[in-house]
């Protein structure tokens, strides 16, 4: 088993940068892929971005490319998730969470561990 903790979030300007870290322990981080998704107030938890184990290959929901990047420091036990250009329709709860394999990333239900959230809001 892997534990997820989340760290970052905070209020941001519409146009300003957000990083968040998510940490891992447990079992090597590096056995599991990396997903970071979000929720908003009254929406569906959605994916915005994840990662393969080595970091090699990474995916982006279509609306955040450019934008989110995904990125990991597997001998930290640490998943980022850099936010450029933030917009309000960003706000939402953040969740990190890990899971074997990237098989059909973008499912929810699919992946195992998660961490507790982290709020992130963006006033304009």
């Known amino acids: 088993q892997v534990q997820l903790v989340e760290s970052g979030g905070g209020l941001a300007q519409a146009g300003a940068s957000l990083s968040l870290s998510c940490a891992a322990s447990g079992r090597p981080f590096s056995n599991y892929a990396l997903g970071w998704f979000r929720q908003a107030p009254g929406k569906e938890r959605e994916l915005v971005a994840a990662?393969?184990?080595?970091?090699?290959?990474?995916y982006y929901a279509d609306s955040l490319k450019g934008r989110f990047t995904i990125s990991r420091d597997n001998a930290r036990n640490t998943g980022y998730l850099k936010m450029n250009s933030l917009k309000a329709k960003d706000t939402a709860v953040y969740y990190c969470a890990a899971r074997d394999g990237l098989y059909n990333y973008y499912a929810v239900s699919l992946w195992d561990y998660w961490g507790q959230g982290t709020q992130v809001t963006v006033s304009s």
């Open positions: 990662s393969s184990g080595s970091g090699g290959t990474t």
